[in-house]
């Protein structure tokens, strides 16, 4: 956890001094992968995130949290079609966590899914009605599904 913390918070060097440390006493510890991935996300190096976070998966695949950092991941990469799968698994594991599904929403948004993309976002300001940015995804989602209506109803 204090990986992650130092991750989170931007420290990425000592961070990554303290996973590598944590590395060599247990290279079994699924944790250490995960902040391995958050430091490769910070520095925008998805690629190895993305390596981090498949080991982090094998080793704990019922934590929640990996397949929401996958499905991150692949929204960055802009590969929305490959972050749906992990980010279902996530919020089927985790389903009042809702940071899961707002990047879900994003993914289904990328596609031009707005029916799904609306429901997830639904979800995630229910479950953190303070959060600003769930709130415009929300209104954006709904306003791109009623630009988009007509025209699919024309073809």
């Given at each position: 956890?204090?990986?992650?913390?130092?991750?989170?918070?931007?420290?990425?060097?000592?961070?990554?001094?303290?996973?590598?440390?944590?590395?060599?006493?247990?290279?079994?510890?699924?944790?250490?992968?995960?902040?391995?991935?958050?430091?490769?996300?910070?520095?925008?190096?998805?690629q190895?995130?993305?390596?981090?976070?498949?080991?982090?998966?094998?080793?704990?695949?019922?934590?929640?949290?990996?397949?929401?950092?996958?499905?991150?991941?692949?929204?960055?990469?802009?590969?929305p079609?490959?972050?749906?799968?992990?980010?279902?698994?996530?919020?089927a594991?985790?389903?009042?966590?809702?940071?899961?599904?707002?990047?879900?929403?994003?993914?289904?948004?990328?596609?031009?899914?707005?029916?799904?993309?609306?429901?997830?976002?639904?979800?995630?300001?229910?479950l953190?009605?303070?959060?600003?940015?769930?709130?415009?995804?929300?209104?954006?989602?709904?306003?791109?599904?009623w630009?988009?209506?007509?025209?699919?109803?024309?073809?």
């Open positions: 956890r204090f990986g992650h913390a130092l991750a989170l918070g931007g420290f990425t060097e000592d961070a990554k001094q303290f996973l590598d440390l944590a590395r060599r006493l247990d290279s079994n510890d699924a944790r250490i992968y995960r902040g391995y991935a958050l430091i490769f996300l910070s520095l925008k190096n998805t190895n995130a993305l390596k981090q976070i498949e080991i982090a998966n094998t080793l704990e695949p019922e934590n929640p949290e990996g397949w929401y950092l996958q499905g991150k991941a692949y929204n960055e990469l802009q590969k079609e490959s972050a749906i799968a992990p980010l279902k698994k996530a919020a594991l985790a389903p009042r966590f809702a940071a899961i599904h707002a990047e879900l929403g994003h993914a289904y948004a990328f596609q031009a899914q707005f029916g799904p993309a609306i429901d997830s976002f639904r979800k995630a300001v229910a953190d009605p303070q959060n600003l940015g769930y709130q415009q995804a929300l209104g954006a989602a709904l306003g791109m599904g630009v988009m209506a007509p025209t699919r109803h024309l073809r």
